[in-house]
């Protein structure tokens, strides 16, 4: 679901977090992908030209699996090596969240299949976005895919999202790329977003730099983990009013959540809020602080040339795609893979410190008492 109003409280209070740039400004690194969200894309973007889902002769969706054919190779192109992680069993608290979703998707199936004869195209494609989900069969599919590709999977415990983090964090990879801003509450040293967008919506790449955001709010890793729970995240609802100003408000003033809800429940008339009964803010709390992840060091990620044959037998015979798109395909991705990552110049030099941080005006003092040595001598 991600957290409501965080990119934009973010590009207030700590604007040097962000950058924009180009795919192939990310040429040298390895990325950790959340699988999921990026076949939810896929599934939703992928589409013909009258709006409907890519389906082969035997009507199986096949949107998830050109997207991600298509997209990886884009990447490997430009010299970046990907790890799509999957997600594994939801906590207990999302469950919640989990059937509201299947509310809304019962919701929107009945608005469509109320204007289906009388709606027009645009009508019907709103609500039928709306229906998509990612099945288990969809992601055992990309799993396959990926593995006949050469690119390493890596299957989470838990949430995909944090697993990505804990591969940046671990130093497996540069970055956690997730849609969904809670990310951040995992700590990644960088999240990027709309990686896995196709170049045909010409949207930038986002990179977020975890450190210069709480920075930025001037908040501790708690607190801001806090302050994205009182925006509203996939673990408990929210308390109702509250918005981004004044959740970042309300952390400002009080510190934590604990005292946020001791203060809203102990001042009634001061406040037109109400905290949810039994609100399992606590609980949300520690599955940010302790996520069930496989510790970094206890993954190995290999990139291995492509199995061909196999993806002419699985895409092409199994699954209806054109040979030669797909023979063309794994040559792009064997020539990538094969070129494997060239050093970054960032990774050549020390990095220098703008003036006015403690190190520069250290060097600074030392830099003018050797001059003045020199003069004196």
């Not at 199936?109 to 998509?132: N, P, Y």
């Not at 956690?176 to 196709?198: G, I, K, N």
């Amino acid at each position: 679901m991600g957290v409501k109003g965080l990119n934009q409280l973010i590009k207030e209070h700590s604007p040097s977090a962000y950058k924009e740039f180009q795919l192939k400004n990310l040429f040298g690194r390895k990325v950790a992908i959340d699988a999921s969200m990026c076949l939810y894309q896929f599934l939703i973007a992928v589409r013909q030209s009258d709006g409907q889902q890519l389906t082969n002769e035997d009507g199986e969706t096949t949107s998830h699996l050109s997207g991600l054919f298509y997209r990886t190779i884009r990447l490997v192109e430009n010299n970046i090596k990907p790890v799509y992680v999957f997600d594994g069993k939801p906590p207990v608290l999302k469950g919640g969240e989990l059937e509201k979703r299947l509310q809304r998707r019962e919701e929107a199936q009945k608005q469509m299949d109320s204007i289906k004869d009388e709606g027009t195209v645009a009508e019907v494609m709103k609500f039928e976005k709306r229906l998509v989900r990612v099945s288990r069969q969809q992601n055992d599919e990309a799993r396959k895919l990926l593995e006949l590709m050469g690119i390493p999977i890596v299957n989470a415990p838990c949430e995909a999202e944090a697993q990505c983090a804990e591969l940046a964090r671990g130093g497996k990879v540069f970055a956690a790329a997730s849609e969904d801003m809670d990310t951040l509450c995992y700590e990644p040293p960088y999240l990027l977003r709309h990686l896995t967008f196709a170049e045909a919506r010409k949207m930038p790449i986002d990179q977020i730099t975890y450190s210069e955001a709480i920075a930025g709010l001037d908040m501790t890793k708690e607190q801001f983990i806090d302050l994205c729970i009182l925006l509203g995240c996939d673990y408990c609802e929210t308390i109702k009013g509250v918005g981004p100003v004044t959740a970042f408000k309300l952390i400002k003033e009080h510190g934590s959540l604990d005292k946020i809800v001791e203060y809203i429940n102990s001042n009634p008339e001061k406040t037109k809020f109400k905290v949810p009964e039994n609100w399992p803010y606590d609980e949300a709390r520690q599955l940010f602080l302790k996520p069930e992840v496989t510790e970094a060091s206890e993954v190995t990620l290999k990139w291995k040339e492509p199995d061909v044959e196999g993806l002419i037998q699985y895409m092409v015979k199994e699954k209806g795609f054109s040979e030669e798109r797909i023979r063309s395909g794994a040559e792009k991705l064997k020539k990538g893979l094969k070129a494997g990552v060239q050093g970054r110049l960032d990774g050549f030099f020390s990095v220098v410190k703008p003036a006015g941080t403690p190190d520069s005006k250290k060097r600074k003092t030392e830099t003018s008492s050797k001059n003045n040595k020199k003069k004196r001598r």
